[in-house]
């Protein structure tokens, strides 16, 4: 399976594609989309056209996005949630499934600790994906989504097979 995550933003979209095998996880790719334009509907165009061709590009068979953080800025909240909408659309369009994780979880997934820090969160990634050349902070937290859903969707497989076993029985 290979996992395409996403760190939304509407400057700078980070994304991370992972492959996973059982518990084994190989690093693919991973980079920054930035935003062109000085107006907000040519930066989300510019953010679609970018994030579909890395879509493109990766071939993945799922994706994962991760939930905005909501500050006190109404006005900076409302512009991120449209980025992270560009987020969740394009490998929708591309027709894959899309699950969402909120940050404390995959900090939790990734590190172990829903609070940990960015740099905690570096060091794992790299320990996780050994040679890993990180394409910077988002493309680090993109990484983290994506390896938070292949732990995630590895358990849900264990589980469905566990429900399947005991219906039989």
Known sequence: MRVI?????????????VDVDGSRLTHV????????????????ASLHVQISQVIEDSAPDQAAVEHTFVNKDAS????????RAISLLCPAQAGLPVAE?????????????GHADKKQVE?????LLP?????GPDATDALAVAIC?????????RMEAALKKEVAL
């Open 123 to 127: 060091h794992m990634v790299k320990m």
């Open 76 to 83: 900076g909240t409302l512009k991120l949630g449209q980025a």
């Open 149 to 157: 859903h292949a732990y995630q969707s590895r358990a849900a497989g």
């Open 5 to 17: 995550g996403f760190d939304p933003g509407l400057r700078r979209t980070g994304w991370g594609v």
């Open 131 to 135: 040679g890993v050349k990180l394409a």
């Open 29 to 44: 790719a991973n980079g920054v989309c930035a935003s062109e334009g000085v107006d907000l509907a040519r930066r989300l």
């Open 101 to 113: 994780y909120a940050p404390n979880a995959v900090k939790k997934a990734v590190v172990g600790v």
